[in-house]
């Protein structure tokens, strides 16, 4: 129900100063991707993706490099998608 309040809660925009902290790896591994300057041009990659889609043909990529993401890096990419400017309207 687009009015109640669990929805509003649940789709509200984040505002820009919102931090997410969670208690898990999020991270791309050393052992996923050993060259350090192609991890870190990957981070900057991530952290620069403007859209979900972005983030989508980012994670196909990873995938069809460096083979299937581990769970650390899939958390990466889901914390990097929660913390995504929304716009609404």
Known sequence: MAG???YRLCHAPLDPGTKI???LPVLVAEDYLPDVRRRFLLYKRIASAPDDAAL???EEEMVCCFGPLPP?????LRVTRIEL???SG
């Open 72 to 76: 650390p890096a899939k958390d990466l």
């Open 85 to 87: 400017p929304r716009h």
């Open 4 to 6: 109640s309040a669990p």
């Open 21 to 23: 902290e969670l208690r």
């Open 56 to 58: 989508t043909l980012l």
